[in-house]
């Protein structure tokens, strides 16, 4: 297993999640990585990304509640939730790159999704 996600969980409507995913020294990018979602019946999605110098990047309908952060020492991702919503219930996913493969920061934070790893995904359940 390349990329080990957190568990994710069900929440009511307003509540927070806090996800992390854990790389290893291969799998890890210190120069872009990223979280995606899918919801059924629906296209993956990207909704944040991270490049190296911490730089970020939302999809719009999780401007001001999500944060995506890293903590490159422990080669780990993280994405905090916060006033979820029912349309973000999905399979949340996060996607790195061997370190050795260099993405430019514009191009990190301008939707890039051909990540090397993909975590296995985890749920999230957003209720009413």
């Known amino acids: 297993v390349q990329l080990v996600e957190s568990v994710g969980g069900s929440v009511e409507a307003g509540g927070s999640l806090r996800l992390s995913c854990s790389a290893s020294?291969?799998?890890?990018?210190?120069?872009?990585m990223g979280w995606f979602r899918q919801a059924p019946g629906q296209e993956r999605e990207r909704v944040a990304g991270?490049?190296?110098?911490?730089?970020?990047e939302y999809v719009d309908s999780v401007k001001g509640r999500f944060t995506v952060s890293k903590d490159d020492a422990s080669y780990t991702l993280y994405l905090q939730m916060n006033n979820l919503t029912q349309e973000d219930t999905g399979m949340y996913y996060c996607?790195?790159?061997?370190?050795?493969?260099?993405?430019?920061?514009?191009?990190?934070?301008?939707?890039?999704?051909?990540?090397?790893?993909w975590g296995q995904g985890t749920q999230v359940t957003v209720d009413s």
């Open positions: 020294s291969d799998t890890y990018s210190r120069h872009c």
């Open positions: 991270i490049s190296r110098d911490g730089s970020v």
């Open positions: 996607a790195t790159n061997k370190d050795t493969r260099a993405v430019p920061k514009w191009m990190c934070l301008a939707g890039f999704d051909r990540f090397d790893f």
